[in-house]
């Protein structure tokens, strides 16, 4: 019995110049592809390292919420090494200097610029104002273990009259704005991409104009 067209093998229908070349591209692009995809779960994994410093930092000062700090600093755990360092160029100051303000580990960063910024009730201690960041222009650049990360941001906090019977809500009385660039460096620690250093260089700050 002849065999069919489907019992055929490939090599029967197509010269051998041409099946060289559909060989050859296959083996060929398959390292491309697969290197493409590593390429960009890395830059996914290091951006969310700049989402969750987002988070974290919004997390000080959440309404209502007694254990905000100890939350933020959780946060900021897991995606900050112990001994990361972290810089500050306030608005108007010489981004080609040093850094106004140079701290060691995510809970001196906390103490000292994160968890002071936060209005809070003079009388309960909870904060009365909520923050928001948004970050975007992400540029991540990786050689083996080690990276780089830039990013717009864009802050806001609002300051609210706390309301007598849920202390958690209440109408904003005032509005701050900050603007400005992270630069994240970043390296993999056990498997996981961590941040050893945040530069943040803010451009502008309007600070605490009425939300009327």
């Known amino acids: 019995m002849t065999p069919t067209m489907l019992e055929r093998p490939t090599s029967r229908f197509l010269p051998r110049a041409w099946l060289s070349v559909v060989l050859g591209l296959a083996i060929g692009l398959s ?38 700090f100890i939350d933020g600093l959780e946060i900021y755990q897991e995606c900050f090494t112990e001994d990361a360092i972290f810089n500050l160029w306030p608005a108007g100051t010489d981004f080609n200097d040093a850094p106004l303000v140079s701290v060691v580990g995510p809970l001196a960063w906390a103490e000292n610029i994160v968890d002071p910024a936060v209005p809070r009730n003079p009388v309960t201690g909870l904060s009365i104002s909520r923050g928001q960041h948004m970050l975007t222009n992400f540029k991540v650049e990786t050689k083996g273990r080690t990276g780089t990360l830039s990013a717009y941001l864009s802050a806001t906090r609002t300051i609210f009259d706390p309301d007598p019977v849920n202390p958690a809500t209440g109408a904003v009385t005032n509005v701050s704005v900050a603007n400005g660039t992270y630069t994240l460096y970043v390296e993999k620690v056990q498997g996981k991409w961590m941040v050893n250093q945040l530069d943040l260089k803010l451009i502008s700050l309007a600070d605490y104009f009425t939300a009327d």
Not at 31 to 53: F, H, R, T
Request: hydrophobic fraction near 35%; charge should be negative.
């Open 31 to 68: 390292p491309a592809v697969a290197s493409a995809g590593e390429n960009l779960q890395v830059k996914n994994e290091v951006i969310d390292l700049m989402l969750c410093y987002g988070e974290g930092t919004d997390a000080f000062g959440e309404p209502g919420n007694p254990d905000a």
